[in-house]
């Protein structure tokens, strides 16, 4: 059982930045593949990275690449997401997840969210 808490959220113009994080409950944190996802008003949730078990492998959805960075730290129990310049269709309530198998798809645990908006 993993359980996860978003955090870092916010109002930010566009062409800024913001950092997000996730915190992770469970001994096996490490064994995760993790995503980050987000859903805008009206649309359905969509995948933006995940990160390998191990942080040796990152994936991108084509519209974040170059701008957005996942990384975890597993001996924190945590995944972030650095997003730079930050564009209005960014804007979104951001889930992190954790899966097994996970990638663009495959996740198990999903935490509550975090709302990121940004302004033009």
């Known amino acids: 059982q993993v359980q996860l808490v978003e955090s870092g959220g916010g109002l930010v113009q566009a062409g800024g930045s913001l950092r997000l994080s996730c915190a992770a409950s469970?001994?096996?944190?490490?064994?995760?593949?993790m995503g980050w996802f987000r859903q805008a008003p009206g649309k359905e949730r969509e995948f933006v990275a995940a990160?390998?078990?191990?942080?040796?492998?990152?994936y991108y959805a084509d519209s974040v690449k170059g701008r957005f960075t996942i990384s975890r730290d597993n001996a924190k129990n945590a995944v972030y997401l650095q997003m730079n310049s930050l564009k209005p269709e960014d804007t979104a309530v951001y889930y992190c997840?954790?899966?097994?198998?996970?990638?663009?798809?495959?996740?198990?645990?999903w935490g509550q969210g975090t709302q990121v908006t940004v302004s033009s």
């Open positions: 997840a954790a899966g097994l198998l996970g990638w663009i798809e495959g996740y198990d645990y």
């Open positions: 469970g001994r096996t944190f490490s064994s995760y593949a």
């Open positions: 990160i390998s078990w191990s942080g040796g492998s990152t």
